[in-house]
């Protein structure tokens, strides 16, 4: 072969393609838009927390009632951003340290809460109660404690799960041993949400 054979041959040979990089998007103030998305995707160790942020940490935000209509009768609210109001019993009620609870009885006031059934988007056949009114009764091995709405509204929704596990409320009354979900009207809220205290102030309070 002789060399500009070669040199043909060689100028026919397929050549790798170059590699082309997307340009680095920088406004007139220096601002790197690929840096910052870089910095969202891939956060520094460093800047995360110690504890993840939990569920109810992220989407609702805790009040409490302490000391509600009876001395240590403790009772949390978590509130979601379009209003629901979940209630259940604080660290520091009084039952808690009472043995532990044994039974939760609904059958109350005038009714049977957890007979109460809402349907359909206008919330048919929802209770209205006063802050005042009794949810439903705590038993201890030694007494019985009447658990209180704390807010004013319509009741949507009892946790009926308590009915055969009442120990939910001792191994996570925070969670899945929470009591009931209320609705309030946005004025009502309003009027009784400065009664409430934050989770740092009830903590310093019961010293938890």
């Not at 082309?20 to 920088?26: E, T």
């Not at 007139?28 to 910095?39: I, P, R, S, T, V």
């Not at 009915?163 to 004025?187: F, H």
């Amino acid at each position: 072969m002789t060399t500009q054979n070669a040199d043909s041959v060689a100028d026919q040979e397929p050549q790798a393609p170059a590699v082309v990089k997307d340009p680095v998007v920088v406004d007139d103030e220096g601002y790197d838009a690929e840096k910052e998305l870089h910095n969202l995707l891939l956060p520094d160790v460093n800047d995360l927390p110690v504890v993840p942020t939990s569920a109810i940490e992220f989407n609702f935000v805790t009040y409490f009632a302490p000391d509600f209509m009876k001395l240590e009768h403790d009772q949390y609210i978590y509130r979601h951003a379009n209003g629901l109001c979940v209630i259940g019993l604080a660290a520091g009620h009084v039952a808690f340290k009472d043995g532990g609870i044994t039974a939760v009885d609904f059958n109350v006031g005038k009714s049977n809460r957890s007979e109460i059934k809402v349907t359909g988007k206008r919330k048919r056949n929802a209770q209205h109660f006063e802050s005042n009114t009794a949810l439903c009764k705590v038993c201890t091995n030694n007494a019985s404690y009447i658990v209180r709405c704390c807010i004013k509204g319509s009741l949507l929704e009892v946790n009926e799960r308590l009915i055969k596990q009442p120990e939910l409320l001792n191994s996570s009354a925070d969670r899945e041993g929470y009591i009931a979900i209320i609705m309030p009207k946005p004025a009502d809220w309003h009027k009784i949400k400065d009664s409430f205290i934050t989770l740092d102030e009830y903590k310093k309070l019961r010293h938890l």
